[in-house]
């Protein structure tokens, strides 16, 4: 490449820059494609898979608000970020949406301005340790040395747990997974300690995950959610309420499955609100109205999504527990579509 | 240049602002500051703009407020409730501490390396070369994690030792190797200890003043005093006997397997080592090439014609092509110090508490801080690398052949 | 004088005997190679067991691997239980540790073509006992190779050579009155073409182009690390004559400028340099615009080896005696004729050998995009292959992979510069 290309790319960027910086929606509409932030690769949130394809919970959200959007679950450009990068990422417009387990806390809301439009899964931070060790609860782990994976709140709930109990730890803080995993893996260390869902993730690629167990412990609040920027109210409902679509469609009973019919019609009014077929919610939102059918269609409703990804078929054999609909004893609770 | 004479011009004329070589050099002065003053302000404006749209500001306040993370290795006292500026200065001093140990290792490599290379056995010369060439041609990166892979997948963890039959044991039951570090025994400093010390400093200037005291006399009268025995006898004699005198004073605190961890004793720390061996042998190949290259620099007149003066071997390498040949070498090895102390910045990658780590690493993130803590990290790099630079002007100048 | 024939004295000579065993073939060679003083016996004996260390280690480890497997379970299976690597991790993701994760599997032929080409327009740059007619199409080989790489419509690298081909048509022209002029009116026209025709260029004229367009996002694996190394060093090497030379300038400001953004760059690691790109750059691109992190990182890389390659050229520019730049000035040449003519020419000789060093270790260090999360070589191995349930666990086989790539071609790159520096040699001593 010489010079002159990458002048000429500036000079594109910044014919660029005059039909953009209308609102995201529109931004989004005009490119035909939604950039989301996911992480690096962490198996059933968003991983690729061998045909470079991103499969996951996270990715699913994703997914589904490009089918909202655009009407195309395929149009999405996944943004790989650290936890370094991902702030700025969505700061700067390089990504529309982050969702990329980041657990929503007041300094990232208030102070770094970003909009956190719901939780997708609500999580805690745990410990997993060799069973031969033979530990039973995180407090027996005097002097341990812990590998805790870097870039979430980790390493704040964990200095505050191991603070208020009074025993002493010597951390070892590691960039990605696979990393963390080998260190453990070697005896390197003799905890890993991260959100569960992702222990959980981590343990079903061990040769042997009978050996780790899971500590009942779990030490912090960690409410994963998707986030946009501040300011830019019209996106945030947008995501909000694709996310909310997804939620109400299981408390419902609409899946992929029966969607096609359920979208001629049906008895139960709310449902036709949600998919379209009744009033102008889609309207209202600024995108089609059948914007919630394409959403659920796209991957299915927030059950589907969990069982495929996460849920206890799948080898990280997450059982839903604080995830179940708030109508099964769980925390997952979408407004009224009205 | 501007060193043409150009005939008086009797009046100014403004197409002399771009035809005269008197007056040229301002016109493309003064262009050069306008564009670099609009295109600094364009960055700014847009900084700003930028910054305003996202609702956020440039606030170094964050420094003061607890970093409520935990750091591993602290040469200085650090608990999770230090200031986030402590924690940056905690990884000053391990990204301090790591480049000192890698530049006096990496030079010993070198040097080892570098004059082997150049020995007239052929096994060993070119087995340098393979060493040279392999640390040479694959990035760094690479080498710091293989090299750390290697640590962790080969040394047993602390769990072997344990146990009535353990699968790894203490070297003589006083230094411990685990995949999380090496475990020395501390000394312990009883009463008394104190005159010990002072003892070994006394014998250590001794030894420098005997050594001056010989080569005085060699310079004055021709006679050569031994310098090998006297020394080591000048170094341990006298601290031993003062040590033996005292009581010994002296004990030595040796690591034990306790809990989950070896307690007791000083520990070196898994990443620690895996870093400063990586950057040691990965620098020591270049330091290898520059000391050969400056061992060669030297035309072979100049021992010939030491050898013509009658001086032996060891002579013609200690007091004519040493003192050449590191006119040669210290430019280009002080500046692979600098590469050092900047790949020291990929302890990222292995785990270990440095700046990068910490300040551009977990501050970072848990801040948002992006701008302010690159910038920090870049300050604290740069002063550094002007130190180290202004240090190899002045010696530069001190060495410089003087020349018309 | 007779020919006297005594009996004692021979005829003819005696057949030279055969020197002593320990004085002539591999005994000698051995005594006076390994075995010339006690300590060099010491050093082979430790050289040979270090051999046999290393060796002993990893060759059945290598001779033993199994390849041909899809999973770490199954090869171990395999294996049962004998410690040998599992080389079919390079078979099954041999893809995407070339190509990265997201390049479309059917355009491989893409990238690889390219890479082909690249030899084709090197050569005559590396070889310059080849035509000079050849330099054509390394001229136009950038566009042709954003082409095919990236893809999409046809008009932007075609916009980006018209742009160049005219500017270095109005250079052309103007040059003859003053390089300045020449220089910059050569520029301007170029961006008066890329403006003009950008606007020409439909926002669609991707769609329904002949090559897939690809987004920069979706590069990755090793020609990640080969775009970057090739890309920034040919943009760096301008850029670096151009402060090297301004560090050298009579004008202060000009000078201060220069050195200032000198010291800087090699003041700071390279990975605070991508910190900026990553969390940081985006913050100073005019609001609303976006540009993609290729483009952000190569921006930097280059920033940085420009900063290196300026100081190999101010060493070259030292190191010409005072007398050419006198003999310059006597001939009566200006500034821009004398540096084009006569320093340069002769300061980029010498530079070379220091200029593919940087080129050398910019390469390597490419390698460090993979802390801010893009996909080269060794951020698919630590990303995407580590972290996938297959192949978690592969550390050896990879890690050994990218380490024999990158030392393949940084070999063979330092051995092209030595070769190069005989070549060049025209001192005799």
């Not at chain 2, 052929?122 to 994690?145: A, C, D, G």
């Not at chain 2, 010989?214 to 310079?219: C, Q, S």
């Not at chain 2, 910490?358 to 990290?377: D, F, H, K, S, Y």
Request: aromatic fraction near 12%; charged fraction near 15%; glycine fraction near 10%.
């Amino acid at each position: 490449m010489k010079k002159s290309v990458f002048f000429g790319a500036l000079t594109v960027a910044g014919l660029a820059a005059g039909v953009a910086a209308a609102g995201t929606l529109d931004d989004v509409k005009a490119r035909g494609k939604l950039n989301c932030g996911v992480t690096t690769g962490l198996v059933g949130f968003a991983a690729p898979d061998a045909n470079g394809e991103w499969n996951g919970f996270d990715v699913s959200v994703c997914r589904a608000v490009a089918a909202a959007v655009l009407g195309d679950a395929s149009a999405v450009e996944f943004v790989p970020t650290t936890g370094k990068t991902r702030f700025t990422a969505l700061a700067s417009g390089e990504i529309d949406m982050l969702a990329r387990n980041t657990t929503w806390t007041f300094s990232r809301d208030v102070d770094l301005k970003f909009t956190f439009v719901g939780v997708n899964y609500y999580d805690g931070q745990g410990f997993m340790v060799p069973k031969e060790l033979g530990v039973s609860s995180a407090k027996d782990l005097d002097g341990a040395t812990v590998c805790i994976q870097t870039g979430t709140t980790t390493e704040l709930n964990l200095a505050d747990f191991f603070r208020s109990n009074n025993i002493s730890y010597e951390p070892v803080p590691i960039e990605t997974n696979a990393e963390a995993q080998q260190q453990y893996l070697a005896g390197a260390c003799d905890v890993y300690t991260t959100d569960a869902s992702g222990l959980a993730a981590t343990r079903a690629t061990f040769e042997a995950p009978g050996d780790h167990v899971l500590l009942p412990e779990i030490i912090s609040k960690e409410p994963l959610g998707p986030l946009v920027r501040h300011g830019d109210n019209e996106w945030g409902d947008v995501v909000r309420w694709t996310l909310n679509a997804l939620i109400t469609a299981e408390e419902l009973g609409v899946t992929s499955a029966n969607i096609s019919e359920m979208a001629a019609g049906t008895n139960n009014p709310e449902i036709n609100r949600l998919l379209g077929t009744e009033g102008t919610l889609g309207e209202m939102l600024g995108v089609d109205a059948d914007w919630a059918m394409k959403a659920i269609s796209a991957g299915g409703n927030y059950g589907e999504i969990f069982e495929k990804n996460i849920g206890e078929s799948t080898p990280i054999g997450l059982a839903r527990g604080l995830n179940a609909q708030w109508t099964d004893g769980g925390l997952i609770y979408s407004p009224p579509f009205r | 240049m501007t060193t043409m004479t150009d005939p008086p011009q009797e009046s100014f004329r403004l197409s002399m602002l771009l035809n005269d070589t008197r007056y040229r050099s301002y016109t493309f002065q003064f262009i050069a500051l306008i564009v670099l003053i609009s295109s600094i302000a364009f960055l700014m404006s847009n900084l700003f703009s930028n910054l305003a749209a996202a609702g956020l500001n440039i606030s170094y306040q964050f420094l003061g407020s607890p970093a409520g993370y935990d750091i591993n290795q602290t040469l200085v006292e650090y608990t999770s409730q230090s200031t986030n500026a402590r924690a940056a200065l905690v990884g000053i001093l391990n990204t301090l501490l790591v480049a000192f140990l890698a530049c006096v290792t990496a030079t010993v490599f070198g040097v080892i390396a570098g004059v082997l290379r150049l020995s007239n056995n052929w096994l060993v010369s070119k087995l340098m070369s393979f060493y040279v060439e392999i640390f040479r041609n694959i990035p760094v990166l690479i080498w710091i994690i293989i090299i750390f892979t290697i640590m962790i997948a080969v040394l047993p963890g602390p769990r072997a030792f344990r146990g009535d039959d353990p699968a790894a044991s203490m070297v003589l039951n006083a230094v411990a190797f685990t995949n999380r570090g090496v475990y020395i025994p501390a000394p312990v400093w009883g009463p008394g200890s104190l005159v010990v010390v002072a003892t070994f400093i006394l014998s250590v200037i001794g030894v420098f003043a005997y050594r001056r005291y010989a080569t005085n006399l060699l310079y004055a009268t021709g006679r050569l005093l031994p310098m090998g025995w006297p020394s080591l006898a000048i170094l341990f004699v006298p601290t031993l006997l003062v040590y033996f005198i005292m009581g010994m004073p002296i004990g030595l605190d040796y690591p034990a397997l306790k809990g989950f961890n070896f307690s007791g004793g000083i520990k070196v720390g898994g990443p620690l080592i895996a870093l400063w061996f990586a950057l040691s042998i990965y620098t020591g190949a270049f330091i290898a090439e520059n000391v050969r290259a400056g061992i060669q620099a030297i035309s072979k007149g100049q021992s010939e014609a030491a050898g013509a003066l009658g001086l032996r071997p060891g002579r013609i390498m200690n007091l004519v092509v040493l003192p050449q040949a590191l006119r040669v070498i210290i430019p280009p090895l002080i500046s692979q110090y600098l590469n050092i102390t900047k790949n020291s910045s990929l302890a990222i990658a292995v785990g270990y508490a440095d700046v990068t780590a910490t300040l551009g690493g977990i501050t970072l993130n848990q801040t948002g801080r992006a701008i302010e803590c690159v910038l920090l990290l870049m300050l604290f790099y740069l002063t550094i690398s002007l130190s180290i630079s202004a240090i190899m002007n002045v010696y530069n100048n001190s060495v410089k052949l003087k020349e018309r | 004088m007779s020919n006297t024939h005594a009996a004692f004295v021979r005829t003819e000579q005696v057949p030279p005997s055969p020197p002593p065993a320990n004085a002539a073939g591999p005994v000698k060679w051995a005594k006076d190679n390994l075995f010339s003083t006690p300590f060099y016996s010491v050093l082979t004996i430790v050289a040979l067991y270090v051999i046999y260390l290393i060796l002993g280690n990893t060759l059945p480890w290598i001779l033993n691997g199994v390849w041909g497997t899809s999973s770490l379970a199954e090869c171990r299976e395999v294996l049962d239980g004998v410690s040998a690597g599992c080389f079919s991790v390079l078979t099954e993701r041999w893809n995407q540790l070339l190509f990265g994760f997201k390049y479309p599997a059917d355009q491989y032929w893409r990238p690889a073509l390219t890479f082909l080409l690249f030899f084709a327009a090197a050569a005559p740059v590396l070889f310059y006992k080849l035509p000079r007619k050849l330099l054509l199409f390394t001229a136009i080989f950038p566009f042709l190779a954003y082409y095919l790489i990236w893809g999409g419509t046809i008009l932007t690298p075609i916009l980006a050579l018209v742009g160049t081909v005219v500017g270095y048509l109005v250079y052309q022209r103007l040059v003859s009155g003053s390089f300045a002029a020449g220089f910059f009116g050569g520029i301007a026209a170029a961006f008066v073409v890329w403006i003009i025709g950008g606007m020409l260029v439909p926002d669609n004229a991707n769609e329904g182009a002949m090559l897939q367009a690809v987004p920069s996002r979706d590069l990755g694996g090793f020609m990640l690390n080969m775009m970057l190394g090739v890309a920034c060093v040919s943009l760096s090497v301008p850029l670096g004559i151009a402060l090297a030379l301004g560090r050298q300038s009579d004008m202060p400001l000009i000078k201060w400028i220069c050195v200032i953004f000198i010291e800087f760059i090699r003041g700071v690691p390279l990975i605070t340099l991508l910190f900026v790109a990553s969390v940081m750059l985006a913050y100073f691109f005019p609001p609303g615009t976006t540009t993609d992190l290729f483009l952000r990182v190569v921006i930097m890389i280059t920033m940085f080896s420009a900063a290196y390659i300026a100081e190999v050229i101010r060493g070259g520019l030292a190191a010409l005696p005072r007398g050419q730049y006198e003999a310059a000035d006597s001939l009566g040449l200006d500034y821009p004729q004398a540096m084009r003519l006569i320093i340069l020419p002769q300061a980029l000789k010498i530079s070379i050998p220091g200029i593919v060093n940087v080129a050398v270790g910019l390469f390597k260090d490419t390698t460090l995009v993979s802390v801010i999360s893009m996909f080269d070589l060794l951020g698919m191995i630590r990303g995407p292959i580590l972290a996938s349930t297959e192949w978690n666990g592969v550390y050896w086989e990879l890690l050994g992979f990218a380490a024999l790539l990158f030392f393949v071609v940084c070999y063979g790159i330092s051995q092209y510069s030595q070769w190069l520096e005989r070549q060049l040699a025209t001192d005799h001593r």
